[in-house]
């Protein structure tokens, strides 16, 4: 269950596996045959070695096993989750919750409030966390993107 599990910061090396993490998740959601556009404009947009290299992205293992990750960014007036991703078979299981809370923790030594660009599929879940919807974005024809913020005070 959840309660073993522990974060690390990510390596530079583990870019790949963090990629493929993201397009998994994307994929579980179907934004791969709903959404082609979207899906291989992510596709093409992923972290490289030294983004993760240069911003703070952490790992949640369990039991050595990677469960899932985030990452962060500082901008000149807030910071931005990046990403938040889990495997798609442990959804549901309360790394989600985890992650975000390790997340805020993270994030409150950065700024006093946090960016969310969020996945259609994960609003929900940030809305519950406690981040308020500002607009939606297209990113690509009938695909949206939630801009949300979570005040970190």
């Known amino acids: 269950m959840a ?4 974060f690390r910061r990510a390596r530079a090396e583990e870019a790949d596996l963090l990629n493929e993490m993201t397009l998994a998740g994307v994929r579980h959601w179907g934004h791969h045959l709903n959404h082609p556009d979207a899906y291989n404009g ?13 911003n703070p992205v952490f790992i949640l293992t369990h039991d050595d096993e990677v469960i899932g990750f985030y990452g962060l960014r500082q901008r000149s007036d807030h910071v931005e989750l990046l990403r938040m991703f889990q495997k798609v078979h442990l959804i549901g299981r309360g790394y989600g919750r985890i992650m975000w809370d390790h997340c805020i923790l993270q994030a409150a030594e950065l700024s006093d409030r946090m960016k969310i660009v969020s996945d259609p599929a994960a609003i929900g879940f940030y809305r519950a966390m406690g981040a308020i919807l500002h607009e939606t974005r297209e990113v690509a024809p009938g695909f949206s993107l939630g801009v949300m913020w979570y005040e970190l005070t």
Do not use: I, Y
Request: glycine share 6%.
């Open 42 to 54: 992510l596709a093409g947009d992923l972290p490289t070695p030294d983004d993760v290299a240069e």
């Open 3 to 6: 309660t073993h599990a522990q």
